[in-house]
């Protein structure tokens, strides 16, 4: 099985939108997942740039798909999606 992969932004604009309480991931997911998910904190993914306006900031991708407003919640529910 491929492994998946998640990038949590660290970028300024998902840090002050809350990705500070997302980096408890980086934790949580290999203790988790061990070695089926591959998390890491990444700088700014380019995303918040595009969608200002209406920013859905954190985003959070998990694999090519592109959480918004993420919450542990969603990426762990985005996990499991990509490990079935
Ligand atoms: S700071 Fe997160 S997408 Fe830009």
Redo the contacts with the bound molecule.
């Keep these: 099985m491929a492994k998946v992969n998640v990038k949590v932004?660290?970028?300024?604009?998902?840090?002050?939108?809350g990705?500070s309480n997302l980096q408890e991931l980086l934790d949580l997911v290999p203790k988790k997942y061990g070695e089926d998910v591959d998390v890491a904190g990444?700088?700014?993914?380019?995303?918040?740039?595009i969608?200002w306006e209406f920013s859905k900031?954190?985003?959070v991708k998990v694999n090519d798909e592109v959480i918004k407003e993420a919450t542990v919640e969603k990426v762990l529910a985005a996990i499991e999606r990509e490990l079935k």
């Design positions: 932004c660290l970028g300024t604009t998902c840090f002050v939108m990705s990444s700088p700014c993914l380019g995303l918040c740039s969608d900031a954190p985003y």
